[in-house]
């Protein structure tokens, strides 16, 4: 296993921490403690904490100050008053315990840690393992299974801490990233692109194609809203007709990842179709995006997944992808309809004439 503490060449970083399997929601709830355990499994059994090229680190908290841009304090006091109390709910499926405002902070912090790291160079990319999640929750609202937004939290400190000046951030979560999507609405330094069943079929109910942005962000959020049943086929179209090129024209300096391993088939909250050899497709392209544009720097943050095989699996493709091993192969298998195909044609057609129009 990696030293937490020593810089090693050509490294991905794996953030996690204990208290982040201490959070738990409610009895019986998807997104468990479970997920995590599983994940560390299947990475551990494949052997690659044996290996120079990824290093387990432990996460550390942070200063309320790097979170008070994307939290209002009083909302975060509540999380905290809620816990220190023992539990309390925020919403029917939103709920804390008494571990959930510090694993929150670690979380957070460990976003910013995992970026810090990648831009210093003590490491090539990072996978930041952690619970809670965070791409649904508000400025001061926790909403779907999540409390701080820890991807907008970390790209906001390297727009003002870091000196980078383009961040892309690609959610490919089942769920449309409603929180992080409305931290950057306005911003033409940040550009967001969402994959993710249509909010037609599946909530939060947003994140829709003609959400671009506003003002000087217009054009800069981007939402490509997948028929049910989306599968490899059509993420693949996405990548090469929408994403890529818009890459290209944006070059960002770094790539910042909400991974929803929910898109898969088998996912149970979920109505999509990638399989886990997508699910690896999609990362290989994200790191191709990367190692083009900026170095090969990416750090990526666990979002939804709950199905624990799909969770397992694609965790440790990912961290296979992001560290240059060979990727394991698994045989299971889903075929998209010709009608959710050709609705996602039509759908990246428009957006090919609309957003991309803007930048190119």
């Given at each position: ?56 680190v ?16 009083s ?45 210093e160079?003590?490491?090539?990319n ?61 911003r ?26 506003s003002?000087?962000g ?17 993420y ?23 991974a ?58 990912l ?42």
């Open positions: 296993m990696g030293d937490p503490d020593g810089v090693i060449a050509m490294t991905t970083d794996i953030v996690f921490h204990e208290l982040f399997t201490k959070h738990v929601l409610q009895l019986g709830h998807p997104e468990s403690p479970e997920r995590l355990i599983t994940a560390l499994k299947y990475i551990r059994e494949a052997g690659l904490f044996d290996t120079d090229s990824v290093n387990l432990t996460a550390e908290s942070t200063n309320l100050n790097a979170i008070h841009p994307l939290h209002h304090q909302y975060l006091e509540q999380i905290r008053e809620k816990s220190e109390k023992g539990g309390g709910f925020f919403t029917l499926d939103t709920s804390v315990n008494e571990y959930t405002y510090e694993a929150a902070l670690l979380a957070a912090g460990g976003g910013i840690m995992a970026v810090d790291r990648v831009v160079g003590l490491s090539t990072a996978y930041v393992l952690c619970r809670p999640p965070g791409h649904h929750a508000e400025t001061a609202r926790a909403f779907g299974f999540c409390f701080i937004n820890n991807i907008a939290v970390a790209a906001h400190h390297l727009t003002s801490e870091c000196g980078v000046e383009r961040v892309l951030i690609l959610d490919y979560d089942a769920h449309h990233g409603n929180g992080t999507q409305n931290a950057f609405y306005d033409d330094d940040v550009l967001y692109i969402g994959m993710h069943q249509d909010g037609r079929t599946l909530f939060p109910g947003s994140g829709f194609p003609d959400e671009i942005g003002g000087k217009r054009g800069y959020n981007v939402n490509l809203a997948m028929y049910p049943g989306a599968g490899d086929v059509s693949h179209l996405a990548f090469e007709e929408v994403i890529e090129p818009l890459a290209d024209s944006f070059v960002p300096d770094i790539v910042l990842v909400s929803g391993f929910d898109a898969h088939f088998e996912d149970p909250l979920t109505n999509l179709g990638l399989t886990t050899a997508g699910l690896a497709m999609i990362n290989s392209k994200v790191k191709n995006i990367a190692d083009k544009h900026s170095k090969g720097k990416i750090v990526t943050f666990l979002e939804g997944g709950y199905n624990l095989t799909a969770m397992g699996r694609g965790s440790l493709n961290v296979e992808v992001m560290s240059g091993s060979n990727v394991t192969q698994f045989n299971d298998s889903h075929k998209e309809s010709n009608t959710c195909t050709e609705y996602n044609e039509k759908l990246i057609e428009v957006l090919k004439g609309s957003i991309l129009d803007m930048h190119l």
